[in-house]
Nanobody, 118 residues
Framework: QVQLVESGGGLVQAGGSLRLSCAASGRTSGRALGWFRQAPGKERVLVAS????????YYADSVKGRFTISRDNAKNTVLLQMNSLEPEDTAVYYC????????????WGQGTQVTVSS
């Protein structure tokens, strides 16, 4: 099973930027990759995804125009560039491999904490 390790989180002021990275050990070829986040007391939600080719992306409305997802298939990594961060972006961020339509299958990494202060 693919192991996922997220990094790059931290504490940043509103308006600042962070870049998250996720390293996958195992086969992800042909699979979309995504970034989810879970804020305290809320469900884990998909914020961005990228197809295997990198040409097709999805963004949740709340992050459109501020976040950019990309992947490097040679390095088996997926990145999330987060700009113009808002306190509402505070959450634990997780990456995931898409094995089914609803992203239900597969394991989770430990996540990386992003905290945005106002």
């Amino acid at each position: 099973q693919v192991q996922l390790v997220e990094s790059g989180g931290g504490l940043v002021q509103a308006g600042g930027s962070l870049r998250l990275s996720c390293a996958a050990s195992g086969r992800t070829s042909g699979r979309a990759l995504g970034w989810f986040r879970q804020a305290p007391g809320k469900e884990r939600v998909l914020v961005a995804s990228v197809s295997w080719s990198g040409f097709s992306t999805y963004y949740a409305d709340s992050v459109k125009g501020r976040f950019t997802i990309s992947r490097d298939n040679a390095k088996n990594t997926v990145l999330l560039q987060m700009n113009s961060l808002e306190p509402e972006d505070t959450a634990v961020y997780y990456c995931r491999v898409q094995y089914d339509t609803n992203w239900n299958l597969g394991s989770w990494g430990q996540g990386t904490q992003v905290t945005v202060s106002s």
